[in-house]
């Protein structure tokens, strides 16, 4: 596979070729949804929601890595990358980490979402071709209740844009 230049292609390009076992989510797996550019929603990350294991975690950090992504936990920078304590708690936690690049995006690196599990979103979800990268996001349905059951304000802020969205297009 040969590997994008820039972007989030770069980093998803990564994970793929790594084995990482993941599903897009969030505002930027929604926007695989859009049918044109004016049905997608502005996002400056993308959320990579992981398989749950240590294993898993370990392989997604390192190929971000060796792109020279830098990490936080908390707002405070991560670097316990070989600490399998730390790891196993992030896992069990359901922890986030934000992986960012100055020229290939931000991360965030989630071992949970709202409302679902990993394997709810893995199990079926819809499966995009994004140059040479195929990557898979969560059913568009599932995405949206996870918004919902969240509760975050910005997140029910979101819904009511795609929603006041969706209606215009109608």
């Not at 797996?29 to 929603?41: D, E, M, S, V």
């Amino acid at each position: 596979m040969s590997r994008p230049a820039s972007g989030f292609l770069l980093g998803l390009s990564a994970l793929a070729e790594a084995g990482v076992d993941f599903v897009l989510v969030g505002v930027g797996g929604i926007n695989f949804y859009a049918r044109n550019p004016g049905q997608a929603f502005a996002a400056l990350d993308l959320g990579a929601l992981l398989a749950p294991t240590v294993a898993n975690l370990r392989t997604a950090l390192g190929a971000l890595r060796s792109l020279g992504y830098a990490f936080e936990a908390g707002g405070e920078p991560f670097v316990d990358f070989d600490d399998e304590t730390i790891l196993r708690r992030i896992v069990q936690n359901g922890a986030s980490l934000s992986a960012r690049h100055g020229e290939a995006g931000q991360f965030d690196i989630m071992l949970s979402v709202s409302g679902f599990s990993f394997s709810e979103l893995s199990d079926d979800a819809t499966s995009f071709r994004v140059v040479d990268v195929d990557v898979r996001v969560g059913k568009l349905e599932k995405l949206l209740r996870s918004k919902q059951s969240s509760g975050r304000p910005k997140d029910l802020e979101f819904l009511r844009m795609f929603e006041a969205q969706a209606s215009e297009d109608s």
